[in-house]
């Protein structure tokens, strides 16, 4: 099972992103994806979810409603986060979950820097 983030970088204030995270290994079509965040010296933190499937049920933390969306192609496997209105407070490494019953998995993260 390999769950890869790519997409992350340096970006300005105010600027956007668009993470990936591609999935091998499991039925993907049929695990509920998540973005979780963890900044340094900060707990992890989920970000946004998707339901299995079509991906018809999706919800956000507060603070990225508006701002953020997630998607998913069950075709290719992969699960997005776009990112728009990028804040300095949006800086951590952000961190692909999948899950479905008992089973879960995490990706090796991909590092999001929100600087001037």
């Known amino acids: 099972v390999q769950l890869v983030e790519s997409g992350g970088g340096l970006v300005q204030p105010g600027g956007s992103l668009r993470l990936s995270c591609a999935a091998s290994g499991f039925t993907f079509s049929t695990y509920a994806m998540s973005w979780y965040r963890q900044a340094p010296g900060k707990e992890r933190e989920l970000v946004a979810s998707i339901s299995s499937g079509g991906g018809g049920s999706t919800n956000y933390a507060d603070s990225m409603k508006g701002r953020f969306t997630i998607s998913r192609d069950n075709g290719k496997s992969t699960v997005y986060l776009q990112m728009n209105s990028l804040k300095p407070e949006d800086t951590a490494v952000y961190y692909c979950?999948?899950?479905?019953?008992?089973?879960?998995?995490w990706g090796q993260g991909t590092q999001v820097t929100v600087s001037p």
């Open positions: 979950f999948a899950f479905r019953r008992s089973d879960s998995y």
